[in-house]
């Protein structure tokens, strides 16, 4: 592939929106891609005599079709039967990967791209995808980010759940070395590989080791200076670094991608981090009034007036966004907390229903 350049076949595109939808917003926006292999040379060593069998080929075109179509347990199938015909096929091995990625099947998903990669150790592609599995591996058991796995929780703030935290936050940050031990190995194939270098930063990201990942974004940016998700992960490791230029990798963001209106609960994280309720009002308030529509700038300019203690101005905005989207958790959540401040039990309550009812599943 060439330096920064998106993947453009339907089944690259395909799982590109299988992975964006995969995780929670504390996940990056935009991972690195997973391209889908190009028709290079495998290793020859390994390769079955003669070109692979037409039956192979018809499964694996199959099983691209239903990875297409999110259809992963038939997509399965397919790659498998095509593995089974012609056991050296690198798009076989990534097919199958990216099909029990999305099922989030990560285990099977990892030893799949392990063997790929015993093939075919040269598939600049199918390193990437495997450190896309241990990082999405790691994400799933991170009690960092919430991750709601037994035992975690169970007992805030006793000495045994803060042991069983670490233990867990262990086992992740383990997951995020293989990761980086994986997009690693793509860069030695491809220095210039913009997804091996976001990879990275995600990694140093979630391990919380933000120079790092700020130096890994930085490199991810300059390859590729137009794609908004990249500043997204800048933004994220700046965070924790320096404030004032993650909102401008966020508002970098923004210009290449004002759709993304996601940004602006990154953006209000950031005020919030230091609790300038005045800064945030003054960033959210012009965006809502240019657009009263957007439903994430209103509903935490919503929230920043209820911390700075107008919580009348606080209701209206949340009362808004829940207008905006009547099935946001999230809105609800907040303006239940409002209202019981404000002494309505019976809205509280309302309202704190319609929270649950509507949390992300």
């Known amino acids: 592939m060439s330096r920064g350049k998106r993947p453009e076949s339907l089944l690259a595109l395909a799982l590109l929106l299988i992975l964006a939808v995969s995780f929670p917003a504390c996940a990056p926006a935009d991972l690195a891609s997973l391209p889908r ?19 192979a080929v018809k499964a ?4 691209e079709r239903y990875l297409k179509a999110r259809k992963f347990d038939p997509a399965i199938e397919a790659f498998q039967r095509a593995l089974a015909l012609y056991p050296s096929s690198p798009e076989a091995y990534w097919g199958l990967g990216a099909a029990y990625l999305a099922l989030r ?81 793509a860069l030695g194939l491809d220095p210039h590989n ?25 490199r991810a940016v300059e390859l590729s200076p137009n794609d ?14 320096d404030p004032g230029l993650a909102l401008q990798a966020y508002d970098r963001a923004l210009q290449l991608n004002p759709k993304n209106t996601y940004v602006y609960k990154l953006i209000w994280e950031t005020y919030a981090a230091n609790k300038d309720w005045d800064g945030a009002i003054a960033r959210l308030k012009p965006v809502v009034e240019a657009n ?23 209701l209206r905005y949340l009362e808004q ?39 992300p599943k």
Request: with cysteine; hydrophobic share 35%.
């Open 37 to 55: 292999p190009a028709a290079a040379a495998v290793n020859a060593q390994s390769l079955p005599p003669g070109p692979p069998p037409p039956e």
């Open 60 to 63: 694996l075109r199959e099983g």
């Open 105 to 185: 099947q990560f285990d099977e998903a990892i030893d799949v791209l392990r063997r790929g990669i015993q093939v075919d150790p040269s598939r600049v592609e199918l390193h990437l995808a495997l450190g896309q599995a241990y990082t999405k591996k790691g994400f799933a058991i991170d009690p960092r980010c919430g991750s709601p796995h037994a035992g975690i929780g169970a007992s805030p703030g006793t000495k045994d759940d803060k042991a069983l935290r670490q233990q867990w936050i262990k086992k992740s940050d383990d997951l995020y070395d293989q990761a980086m031990a994986a997009f690693q190995s």
């Open 194 to 218: 913009v997804a091996a270098h976001d990879g990275l930063q995600y990694a140093y990201y979630r391990q919380g080791h933000y120079q790092e990942g700020v130096a890994w974004a930085q």
């Open 228 to 241: 908004a998700g990249l500043y997204i992960g800048l933004g994220n490791n700046y965070r924790h670094v």
């Open 292 to 314: 009263p529509k957007n439903l994430v700038a209103t509903m935490y300019l919503g929230v920043s007036y209820a911390r700075q203690g107008d919580l009348d101005s606080g």
């Open 321 to 359: 966004a829940v207008a905006i989207d009547p099935k946001c958790g999230e809105a609800y959540g907040f303006a239940a907390a409002i209202y019981k401040k404000k002494g309505d039990l019976a809205k509280a309550e309302d309202y704190a229903r319609r929270a649950e009812w509507y949390k």
